[in-house]
């Protein structure tokens, strides 16, 4: 603690080797294994003045750069919401089973009674496997709270360095009184605000994106984790590349994820190397020492950019260039000689459908095409974000290189026919959404195919990381909006809603984590709460309902709402710089709202626009009579 007094001198109050310690009441505690907490051990009023600690023990003093301990530009970890159990089913052994309807994260507050020693044991899970919590998904985690009871009437405990992700908790030698009352979830993530919404006139889509939130939520804890619940909890730098904006849309999550790029840019190697996840810590020797890999290196260029559309912070860009450049310079001088990247360990697109279990890259479309469009796609964010920043060198060195890496990725991948060498769904909606085609025809060809293909596969998902964020709205965009609906409301697995048929209420990692039959995915990778296959959220904002940015913080705003797959009225909400954005849209005519200082107009699905005003209007398609029609207020 640093005092600043009125005559402009400092105290500085910290650490030194006049402190002391001695054991409390927390017996153990981490992020995987849980609390364990023995309350006879509390030392009631130990951080009062005139405590007396003559007893405690001299504490020993280490080094420790301070240049390292950077303040956080996000909001903290709080507690956003308390959730009382849904269900509470005794089991034998002394054991309630509590389910909370909701797979969330964060732990339990408990309120029981019992004699001096006795111990409640809370066993954590996301599933059920035959009637019990499953923690086979949980790997080495061992996710168990303990607390050991004073024996003198009521007690209330809640675990304060640990937190779990679980819908279901198993608790063993419960003593308290009704559990209803005295157990409950209390939910935590970093404290954002929530800034976007949807809903629409079907339900499932409407729990899908209820799911989409909650994971979320349940990921962002201070870093974007891939999971939160088994042995691994780390910032996936692919999986919220592919999320960014969805995630910006959603909450006001730029001071954590920009907090968050600043630590990416300091474990960037010294060659411009991105490490898969970050924190970079040891793992197995297919992720240390970390190697250049294509959609996750990528966040430092396709992040950022992402950030800055919704927000228009130049700042962002300004602080994360560098990072962004040296990434891309580093590819370029491990491309070959023509721009394509074909050679280095490539995660592909990940976890693709087709891959076996114990290759999750090994999909079906070439790892090295995937490297290359992201090469190309790179290099062209990073000479846009110079372009923004006024670096006009840069700008047009970059765009160049784009332009020669699109060039080799024609001259390699794409058949004159405008047919892809890989004939999947991920390669065409790449070369699409990423603007590696070379002309208009070549473009309705791929449209078309694509279209094709996913007709082929039974409008069942046959994509992983990299392409499904971007198969529907490069279907919308190449005139298959029909496609893209078939393909949303797809039950069967693969697809978004057949996990809602195993009462899902959050996005899996795998398609399949938990088979038809009910059963729990025996793969080791088998998460019941990931947010990257979620991306499908953006699609539902700015498709379904039609909520678009037309240039970055919403200065310019385009409503471009494309009914079909029998939704009959779609909603969409954003709190954006400009103030709150809002469409309500049904068959015939659509209200909206428009902050002051932007501008926005109407692209009807029959090629009409439609100027708007500012404030909030109700708009008749053209070819429709002018008159009155009952549009409820945007949420």
Known sequence: MEIVHRDGTRTTIGTDSSWRAAHGSIVSSGLLDGETYDVRDEQTRWSTPGFGDSDWSPVDIVPRDAATLIAPTGPPVRCTEEIAPARVTALDGDRLLVDFGQNLVGRLRISVTGSAGHTVVIRHAEVLQDGEVCVRPLRGAVSTDRYVLRGNGRETWEPRFTIHGFRYAEITGWSGGDPHRDIVARVHHTDMARTGWFECSNEQVNRLHENVVWSLRGNFVDLPTDCPQRDERLGWTGDIQVFAPTAAFLYDCHGMLASW???????????????????????????????????????????????????????????????????????TERADASGLWNHDYQLGDWLDPSAPPEDPGAGRTDRHLIATAHYAWSARHTAWIAGVLGFEEDRQRYEELAQRVRQAFIGSYVLPSGLM?????????????????????????????????VAAGGHTIQTGFVGTPLVAPTLSATHHVDTAYTLLLQQDCPSWLYALKHDATTVWERWDSMPPDGTVNPGEMTSFNHYALGTIAQWLHTTVAGLTGATPGYRDIVFRPRPGGGITWAVAVHESPYGRVAIRWELHASGTTVPTGATARIEWPDGGVTTLATGTTTTWRPERPTGTTDIAQPL
């Open 421 to 453: 060498t890989s004939d999947t769904q991920t390669a065409y909606a790449v070369a699409l959404q990423f603007d590696l085609l070379p002309d208009a025809a070549a473009r309705t060809t791929a449209g078309d195919r694509l279209a094709e293909l």
């Open 261 to 331: 790029l600043r630590d990416v840019a300091v474990e960037q190697h010294d060659d411009g190397t991105v490490p898969w996840y970050v924190p970079a810590i040891p793992g197995g020797p297919q992720w240390t020492p970390a190697r250049p890999g294509a959609g996750w290196g990528d966040v430092v260029t396709l992040t950022p950019w992402a950030l800055y559309q919704d927000s228009g912070d130049t700042g962002l860009l300004a602080a994360q260039y560098d990072s962004a450049r040296r990434w891309v310079d580093l590819i």
